[in-house]
């Protein structure tokens, strides 16, 4: 192979390098601006973070602080903050660049799911994260923090605190987004929906481990709660995965009838 041929063959390798790092470049730019606007109203989140605290009768009765036990845990704390919410806002316009690299690569029926992909997964990762915020943490946090009744002396860290309950409101944004990763793992061809519906005795499983993990109140009406909409979010993880299936040459070319 002469050195021609060599870069001739290598330019499609260096073009989709460079699209990607643009398109990397124009995500942290997005996230950068997310951060800077979280950032500006650090103190009103904080203050939203503690609402489900307020649930705690230890708490409201002042036998329950919440201290900053380091120097430099408020600056922390503020950047966590930010970094997260920052992330939660500029999620579409980053969705936006995953799609604009991966277009090029589906087929023009395919390419249409662009705005739906992007919505669907920015208001599956806020909903999560709002099923999380309304109906877990008002139940969980005052649980854990009045679990022995006053018996031990209590000053919660600030940035422990928060960075739980940070990391408790990602995880359940992230779970929400369940059938969004089961239609991209079908469309590279990863899974698809005969091994989801197959599968369906040992995700239930793991959905109910995880909600037990997550709920550690003893009432089981709590991790129902909790275990209820995740499977629902399996189930159209598994329709999805059906919808978008890749299909044969065969199928594309002629109407094909359900299967």
């Given at each position: 192979?002469?050195r021609?041929?060599?870069?001739?063959?290598?330019?499609?390798?260096l073009?989709?390098?460079?699209?990607?790092?643009?398109?990397?470049?124009?995500?942290?730019?997005?996230?950068a601006?997310?951060?800077?606007?979280a950032?500006?109203?650090?103190?009103?989140?904080?203050?939203w973070?503690?609402?489900?605290?307020?649930?705690?009768?230890?708490?409201?009765?002042?036998?329950?602080?919440?201290v900053?036990?380091?120097?430099?845990?408020q600056?922390?704390?503020?950047?966590n903050?930010?970094?997260?919410?920052?992330?939660?806002?500029?999620?579409?316009?980053?969705?936006?660049?995953?799609?604009?690299?991966v277009?090029?690569?589906?087929?023009?029926q395919?390419?249409?799911?662009?705005?739906?992909?992007?919505?669907?997964?920015g208001?599956?990762?806020?909903?999560?994260?709002v099923?999380?915020?309304?109906?877990?943490?008002?139940?969980?946090?005052?649980?854990?923090?009045?679990?022995?009744?006053?018996?031990?002396?209590?000053?919660?860290?600030?940035?422990?605190?928060?960075?739980?309950?940070t990391?408790?409101?990602?995880?359940?944004?992230?779970?929400?987004?369940?059938p969004?990763?089961?239609?991209?793992?079908?469309?590279?061809?990863?899974?698809?929906?005969?091994?989801?519906?197959?599968?369906?005795?040992?995700?239930?499983v793991?959905?109910?481990?995880?909600?037990?993990?997550i709920?550690?109140?003893?009432?089981?009406?709590?991790?129902?709660?909790v275990?209820?909409?995740?499977?629902?979010?399996?189930?159209l993880?598994v329709?999805l995965?059906?919808?978008f299936?890749?299909?044969?040459?065969?199928?594309?070319?002629?109407?094909?009838l359900?299967?």
């Amino acid at each position: 192979m002469t050195r021609l041929d060599q870069e001739l063959k290598s330019a499609p390798l260096l073009e989709h390098l460079d699209e990607l790092r643009k398109r990397l470049i124009l995500s942290v730019a997005f996230l950068a601006v997310g951060m800077v606007a979280a950032f500006q109203y650090r103190i009103q989140l904080i203050e939203w973070i503690k609402v489900p605290l307020t649930y705690s009768e230890l708490y409201r009765t002042g036998k329950v602080q919440l201290v900053a036990v380091n120097l430099t845990d408020q600056l922390m704390l503020s950047l966590n903050l930010s970094f997260w919410v920052g992330l939660a806002l500029a999620l579409p316009f980053i969705l936006w660049q995953v799609w604009a690299f991966v277009a090029p690569g589906l087929y023009p029926q395919e390419r249409r799911w662009s705005l739906p992909f992007i919505v669907g997964a920015g208001l599956s990762f806020l909903a999560g994260a709002v099923f999380g915020y309304k109906l877990i943490l008002p139940t969980m946090v005052p649980f854990l923090v009045d679990f022995l009744g006053g018996a031990v002396a209590q000053m919660q860290s600030l940035a422990s605190y928060v960075g739980t309950v940070t990391t408790f409101l990602v995880a359940f944004g992230l779970a929400f987004e369940l059938p969004i990763l089961a239609v991209i793992l079908t469309r590279i061809g990863l899974i698809n929906h005969v091994m989801l519906r197959q599968g369906w005795r040992i995700a239930l499983v793991v959905i109910m481990l995880f909600a037990a993990v997550i709920t550690p109140t003893p009432d089981p009406a709590n991790m129902l709660l909790v275990a209820g909409p995740l499977y629902v979010l399996y189930e159209l993880g598994v329709i999805l995965s059906r919808v978008f299936r890749i299909r044969p040459p065969e199928e594309l070319e002629s109407p094909a009838l359900p299967s």
